[in-house]
């Protein structure tokens, strides 16, 4: 039975305490960290976190739940479907990152115990609706209009995803001083332009050269 469906519903005041517990997980771990301590950081007493969550990993699973239904919505918002396909893309790539950049204690706290949350299909199957799907949209539009040059939309999103996700995780361990914006901008520039060479004609003020080839 999946962890997440032994979760009671939350009433909305402790939905939003709740959150607070990810800086606690994030900090000690799941496995070091008390209830009691949990019950301190969010003002919910042992006794309710109790009644709702049977123990400290169904709490994992409900942030890990509401962080993707949160993303869904932010991302399904970004793609939307005003623009050229290559834009859209650049909203959800730089929804994504902003996402991630704002949520560092859940995304630090999932990226440690993200097994312990819920089963490995259950994440992939929340996963795809949250952030492929988005992804898929977006490039299904710009091979359409041809702002885009889209062999295999499948393989294309798995690859932008990954992109994102290793970018935003490294912004918020390595670059995290950075500017979000700029740092986007550059992961942005190798998601379009490539890593090709530039073309021997093009001189040295030139920008690098983006690969073409029929559809």
Do not use: C
Not at 99 to 109: E, G, K, N, P, V
Not at 131 to 137: H, Q, S
Not at 139 to 144: M, P, T
Not at 185 to 211: H, K
Request: proline share 5%; charged share 20%.
């Amino acid at each position: 039975m999946p962890v997440s469906s032994l979760i009671r519903p939350l009433p909305d005041d402790l939905a939003e305490k709740i959150g607070l517990a990810a800086d606690v997980f994030a900090e000690h771990g799941l496995e070091a960290t008390r209830i009691d301590e949990v019950a301190r950081v969010t003002g919910i007493p042992r006794a309710t976190l109790y009644y709702y969550f049977p123990g400290k990993e169904h709490i994992l699973a409900h942030l890990l739940s509401s962080t993707l239904a949160e993303m869904t919505v932010r991302l399904r918002d970004a793609v939307g479907t005003v623009g050229s396909g290559r834009d859209r893309l650049e909203r959800v790539a730089r929804a994504h990152l902003a996402f991630i950049a704002s949520h560092d204690s859940t995304y630090r706290l999932l990226f440690a115990e993200l097994g312990k949350a819920a089963s490995l299909v259950d994440i992939a199957t929340r996963v795809d609706e949250a952030i492929l799907a988005p992804l898929r949209a977006a490039l299904h539009a710009g091979r359409e209009d041809g702002s885009l040059h889209v062999v295999n939309v499948a393989a294309a999103a798995s690859a932008l995803y990954g992109v994102t996700l290793v970018a935003g995780m490294e912004f918020l361990l390595v670059a995290g001083a950075s500017d979000l914006d700029e740092w986007a901008t550059s992961i942005l520039q190798v998601v379009f332009d490539g890593l090709a060479p530039r073309s021997q004609s093009s001189g040295p003020e030139a920008g690098p050269e983006r690969v073409r080839s029929e559809p």
